[in-house]
C-alpha cells in the first residue's frame, strides 16, 4: 500500500468517466498522487465506478471488486471504495455480499467519499476535473439520465430522469477545457438529442453545437448517442454547415423489423428509420454513421433477425456495434416477456452480424485509399504514429498509422494521404 496514492478505476461508459475525472480532480486537489486504472491498485485509497447496464458489465464489476477485496487483504490497497451504476441498482445485496468493501455509493451520492474522508467536495470552478484522456481530446457530459422507457433497458433504472445541464455551464466547462489544451470534444449523454427538452422545453442540441464551435482552441466537435425518434432535424444544418463538427453522427437504431421495434418500445418504424438514414446522408453529404444495434430480444424471430441482416447490408453503416438481449430485472421486458431465444441462438445471430458487418468495414477503409484526411495524433508506436480522422472516435472505432521519419507532436492535427486499408485500419503517409 503505497500512503497518500488514490487508484480510480473506471468501468463501463464514457460517461462514467466523467464522473471518476472529478472525482480525481478533488483528490489531486488535497495533495494526493491520483493514479487512474493502475494495472496493479496499491493506493492508500482505491474507487471503482462500476457499470449495472447488463449482465456481462455486472460481472465484470463484481470480479473486479472481487479482486481488489483481495489486494486489500494482503495488504496491498488501504480503503476500498465503491461507486457507480452498479451500486446504485444493488447497494443492499452488494453490502450483504461483499462486506469488505469500506463503503458503497450510488451514481449520484459519490461526492459524499470525500466528506467521509474529511475533506470537502469542492463545487467550483468548472475546471474541477483530472483529464484520464490523452491531453487533446474530453468527453463533455452534456445531461444525465434518460426519459425514454425502451424495454430492455435498466439505464432509466440507475440514472432517473432526463436532467439537461444549463447551456451556459457545459460552455464554461468546454472553454475551461479548451485553455487545458483540449482541441476535441465528444458530447455524451444517454441521449444527446433529447438535450433541452426538459430545461427549455425546446431541444437545444443544434444550438449547443454551434455554440461550442464558437470556442476559440476546440477544432472538433463529435456528436455521440443520438436517438431516432423526434430526431432535431436542425442539428443535421449544425453538421454540414460548422467546419469543426465532424461529420460523424452515433445513433443507435436497436433494429429495424416492425414488430421487434414495437416490443422494444422504440416508438420508431422501420419506414421512419429508413427516411432518417436518407434524410442524415443527403443532408449531410459524406457524414460516416455509427449505430448499435441488439439481437435476440423477445420476439426475434428468425425471419426478423434476416430481415435486420438485410438492412445492414443495405445501408452499409460505416461504424457498427452490436450486443445480445440482456434479461435485465426491472425493466419493462423483465416484466412482460420471455427470456425466449436461446443464449446459442443469440450468439450465433451476433456472430453472423458482425463478420457481415466486418466485410462492409473493409469495404469502407478500402474507399478511403487514395484521400487526404485531416488526421489527429493519438499516440506515438514504434515506427509510425496512431491517429484518427473526422470519421474515427476514440477506443470505438478504426484508427490512421501514419509511416514517416519525421517527429510528430501529439495532439497535432497533419493532412495525411491514406494510402492503404489494413483490416479496419488504414495506413497513411503525410501530404
Same mark, same amino acid.
Given at each position: 500500500?503505497?500512503?497518500?496514492?488514490?487508484?480510480?478505476?473506471?468501468?463501463?461508459?464514457?460517461?462514467?468517466?466523467?464522473?471518476?475525472?472529478?472525482?480525481?480532480?478533488?483528490?489531486?486537489?488535497?495533495?494526493?498522487?491520483?493514479?487512474?486504472?493502475?494495472?496493479?491498485?496499491?493506493?492508500?485509497?482505491?474507487?471503482?465506478?462500476?457499470?449495472?447496464?447488463?449482465?456481462?458489465?455486472?460481472?465484470?464489476?463484481?470480479?473486479?471488486?472481487?479482486?481488489?477485496?483481495?489486494?486489500?487483504?494482503?495488504?496491498?490497497?488501504?480503503?476500498?471504495?465503491?461507486? #457507480?451504476?452498479?451500486?446504485? !441498482?444493488? $447497494? /443492499? @445485496?452488494?453490502?450483504? *455480499?461483499?462486506?469488505?468493501?469500506?463503503?458503497?455509493?450510488? =451514481?449520484?451520492?459519490?461526492?459524499?467519499?470525500?466528506?467521509?474522508?474529511?475533506?470537502?467536495?469542492?463545487?467550483?470552478?468548472?475546471?474541477?476535473?483530472?483529464?484520464?484522456?490523452?491531453?487533446?481530446?474530453?468527453?463533455?457530459?452534456?445531461?444525465?439520465?434518460?426519459?425514454?422507457?425502451?424495454?430492455?433497458?435498466?439505464?432509466?433504472?440507475?440514472? #432517473?430522469?432526463?436532467?439537461? !445541464?444549463? $447551456? /451556459? @455551464?457545459?460552455?464554461? *466547462?468546454?472553454?475551461?477545457?479548451?485553455?487545458?489544451?483540449? =482541441?476535441?470534444?465528444?458530447?455524451?449523454?444517454?441521449?444527446?438529442?433529447?438535450?433541452?427538452?426538459?430545461?427549455?422545453?425546446?431541444?437545444?442540441?443544434?444550438?449547443?453545437?454551434?455554440?461550442?464551435?464558437?470556442?476559440?482552441?476546440?477544432?472538433?466537435?463529435?456528436?455521440?448517442?443520438?436517438?431516432?425518434?423526434?430526431?432535431?432535424?436542425?442539428?443535421?444544418?449544425?453538421?454540414?454547415?460548422?467546419?469543426?463538427?465532424?461529420?460523424?453522427?452515433?445513433?443507435?437504431?436497436?433494429?429495424?423489423?416492425?414488430?421487434?421495434?414495437?416490443?422494444?418500445?422504440?416508438?420508431?418504424?422501420?419506414?421512419?428509420?429508413?427516411?432518417?438514414?436518407?434524410?442524415?446522408?443527403?443532408?449531410?453529404?459524406?457524414?460516416?454513421?455509427?449505430?448499435?444495434?441488439?439481437?435476440?430480444?423477445?420476439?426475434?424471430?428468425?425471419?426478423?433477425?434476416?430481415?435486420?441482416?438485410?438492412?445492414?447490408?443495405?445501408?452499409?453503416?460505416?461504424?457498427?456495434?452490436?450486443?445480445?438481449?440482456?434479461?435485465?430485472?426491472?425493466?419493462?421486458?423483465?416484466?412482460?416477456?420471455?427470456?425466449?431465444?436461446?443464449?446459442?441462438?443469440?450468439?450465433?445471430?451476433?456472430?453472423?452480424?458482425?463478420?457481415?458487418?466486418?466485410?462492409?468495414?473493409?469495404?469502407?477503409?478500402?474507399?478511403?485509399?487514395?484521400?487526404?484526411?485531416?488526421?489527429?495524433?493519438?499516440?506515438?508506436?514504434?515506427?509510425?504514429?496512431?491517429?484518427?480522422?473526422?470519421?474515427?472516435?476514440?477506443?470505438?472505432?478504426?484508427?490512421?498509422?501514419?509511416?514517416?521519419?519525421?517527429?510528430?507532436?501529439?495532439?497535432?492535427?497533419?493532412?495525411?494521404?491514406?494510402?492503404?486499408?489494413?483490416?479496419?485500419?488504414?495506413?497513411?503517409?503525410?501530404?
Amino acid at each position: 500500500m503505497k500512503k497518500n496514492r488514490v487508484d480510480v478505476i473506471t468501468m463501463g461508459c464514457s460517461k462514467n468517466l466523467v464522473d471518476s475525472e472529478h472525482l480525481m480532480k478533488q483528490f489531486a486537489s488535497y495533495g494526493y498522487q491520483v493514479v487512474h486504472d493502475a494495472e496493479i491498485p496499491e493506493g492508500e485509497i482505491v474507487v471503482i465506478n462500476t457499470c449495472g447496464f447488463i449482465e456481462s458489465a455486472r460481472e465484470e464489476s463484481i470480479n473486479a471488486i472481487l479482486q481488489l477485496v483481495e489486494g486489500k487483504k494482503e495488504g496491498r490497497i488501504g480503503k476500498l471504495f465503491v461507486m #457507480g451504476c452498479l451500486s446504485e !441498482r444493488y $447497494m /443492499e @445485496e452488494l453490502q450483504a *455480499e461483499i462486506p469488505e468493501v469500506d463503503r458503497f455509493y450510488g =451514481k449520484f451520492n459519490w461526492k459524499e467519499l470525500l466528506a467521509d474522508i474529511g475533506k470537502a467536495y469542492h463545487t467550483t470552478p468548472a475546471d474541477l476535473r483530472l483529464l484520464s484522456t490523452p491531453d487533446h481530446y474530453a468527453y463533455l457530459k452534456i445531461a444525465e439520465g434518460c426519459d425514454r422507457t425502451c424495454a430492455y433497458c435498466s439505464i432509466p433504472l440507475m440514472t #432517473g430522469k432526463y436532467q439537461s !445541464r444549463q $447551456m /451556459e @455551464e457545459i460552455l464554461q *466547462e468546454a472553454k475551461s477545457l479548451a485553455t487545458q489544451g483540449v =482541441k476535441e470534444l465528444q458530447l455524451i449523454a444517454q441521449d444527446l438529442t433529447y438535450y433541452g427538452i426538459d430545461l427549455y422545453k425546446e431541444a437545444k442540441l443544434p444550438q449547443l453545437v454551434r455554440e461550442l464551435c464558437k470556442i476559440d482552441g476546440i477544432e472538433w466537435v463529435r456528436l455521440h448517442y443520438a436517438y431516432p425518434n423526434h430526431f432535431p432535424m436542425e442539428l443535421l444544418d449544425a453538421i454540414r454547415e460548422e467546419p469543426k463538427v465532424c461529420k460523424y453522427l452515433d445513433i443507435a437504431l436497436q433494429h429495424i423489423n416492425d414488430e421487434v421495434l414495437s416490443s422494444m418500445r422504440r416508438f420508431v418504424t422501420r419506414e421512419e428509420t429508413l427516411a432518417l438514414i436518407s434524410t442524415i446522408r443527403e443532408r449531410v453529404p459524406g457524414i460516416y454513421l455509427r449505430t448499435t444495434l441488439m439481437v435476440g430480444h423477445p420476439g426475434e424471430s428468425e425471419e426478423a433477425f434476416e430481415e435486420l441482416m438485410d438492412f445492414v447490408r443495405t445501408v452499409r453503416f460505416e461504424r457498427m456495434g452490436a450486443f445480445s438481449y440482456s434479461h435485465e430485472e426491472g425493466t419493462y421486458a423483465y416484466q412482460h416477456y420471455e427470456d425466449e431465444v436461446p443464449a446459442e441462438v443469440k450468439q450465433e445471430r451476433l456472430d453472423r452480424l458482425m463478420a457481415l458487418q466486418e466485410e462492409i468495414a473493409f469495404e469502407k477503409a478500402e474507399e478511403l485509399v487514395g484521400t487526404i484526411q485531416k488526421v489527429i495524433i493519438d499516440r506515438a508506436s514504434e515506427g509510425y504514429y496512431i491517429g484518427r480522422s473526422q470519421y474515427d472516435s476514440p477506443d470505438v472505432d478504426p484508427e490512421v498509422l501514419v509511416v514517416t521519419d519525421e517527429e510528430l507532436t501529439i495532439g497535432d492535427f497533419y493532412d495525411v494521404e491514406i494510402v492503404e486499408a489494413d483490416g479496419f485500419d488504414t495506413i497513411g503517409r503525410l501530404v
